[in-house]
């Protein structure tokens, strides 16, 4: 049979519009056996709210015989939604029926989903800034022969914070997008994890002696030497050591660790363990800072999500943790956090060495 070979789902409908025959592709995305389907309506197959766009579509092609095309969603044997494409169309084959094709469009719907909830954070995320900086050099010029010039300079400075966030904001959304339209692929590089941590940490230990914070370095020996896209080490190290940094607070210490794949691993919370898989690099930054609130945790790798912080004057676009991890789980990797209130905050990370030169 010609529908056998066809990848979109097909449904033959009689003229009380009952499922009559399927190809295999329809069973293979939604799970129901010919037997199964065979005298069901599309209603049948439609996930709540969808009921009545489909009456729509049946309707008009009953009466105009002309095709008619819909999206709406679909529900699984199991239950669960999908999102489709059907396209409906009558045939003479003996009596009229009808012939339905329904092609999954789930992922593509995901990705619009996600872009309109990235693009709506986005735009909430700059209104604020861009609405504080125009009130502040609105008064500047409305004041400006009444301010003293330590007053003058005080506006200025806050205008240049904002515009500066602004700055990062607009960066790091540069990158996210990039990197949503087109996942990094790390260049092959052959890579001394060791100095490569070296390195990041000597280009912020002026931060952290700022902020009188010890900064330790506990690496591995012998050295791990791997395979691997420097600039994705790179990115990661930065961003976490620059958090420790930022957020544990004054005289507090930061531990920065490298731990070879399937060595000894510090005492870690049983979940951490058994996320990491055999053979993997482990990254950790440690501090005893004052820790995350619970509440938080689940929803810290969520782009624009600050928790606690969103209320202190601690600079930053909570962007960050969320493009760490998806660097990291595009290039087979993840990332975990542990934290106690007024305790220790510990980022762990693992990472595929690929072959070892």
Same mark, same amino acid.
């Given at each position: 049979m010609i529908l056998d070979d066809m990848s979109d789902a097909i449904l033959l409908l009689n003229t009380q519009k009952a499922v009559e025959n399927c190809n295999p592709a329809f069973s293979a995305l939604f799970g129901y056996s010919p037997d199964e389907i065979s005298g069901q309506t599309l209603y049948h197959l439609a996930a709540p709210g969808s009921e009545a766009a489909l009456t729509t579509a049946l309707q008009t092609l009953t009466e105009t015989q002309q095709h008619q095309r819909l999206q709406m969603g679909g529900r699984h044997k199991d239950g669960h939604i999908l999102d489709v494409d059907i396209a409906l169309a009558i045939v003479r084959h003996g009596e009229h029926s009808i012939v339905c094709s329904i092609r999954d469009i789930t992922p593509l719907k995901e990705t619009e989903r996600a872009k309109d909830a990235f693009v709506s954070m986005v735009n909430h995320e700059l209104r604020e800034p861009i609405t504080a900086a125009t009130t502040i050099s609105e008064t500047l010029l409305r004041y400006y022969e009444r301010f003293s010039d330590e007053r003058r300079l005080e506006k200025i400075a806050q205008i240049h914070q904002i515009v500066g966030?602004?700055? +990062?904001?607009?960066?790091?959304? !540069? +990158?996210?997008?990039r990197f949503d339209a087109r996942p990094q692929q790390p260049i092959p590089n052959v890579i001394d994890i060791g100095q490569a941590v070296q390195t990041i940490v000597a280009q912020l230990r002026p931060q952290a002696e700022a902020n009188q914070q010890q900064l330790e370095v506990v690496l591995p020996a012998p050295s791990l030497s791997v395979i691997y896209g420097q600039? /994705?080490? /790179?990115? !990661?190290?930065?961003?976490l050591i620059c958090n420790a940094i930022k957020y544990a607070g004054a005289g507090r210490a930061i531990q920065v660790q490298v731990c070879h794949p399937d060595s000894s691993l510090p005492d870690m919370g049983s979940r951490v363990l058994a996320a990491i898989p055999k053979g993997f690099m482990v990254g950790i930054v440690t501090d005893n800072g004052p820790g995350i609130p619970e509440k938080d945790l689940p929803k810290l790798f969520t782009r624009f999500f600050r928790g606690w912080a969103a209320g202190s004057n601690i600079p930053g676009n909570g962007l960050g943790l969320a493009f760490v991890r998806d660097i990291l789980r595009a290039n087979g990797g993840d990332i975990a956090v542990e934290s106690m209130l007024n305790g220790e905050t510990r980022f762990s990370f693992w990472l595929p060495i690929g072959n070892k030169p």
């Open positions: 966030s602004l700055g +990062e904001l607009m960066t790091a959304i !540069v +990158e996210i997008s600039a /994705i080490l /790179i990115r !990661v190290w930065q961003n």
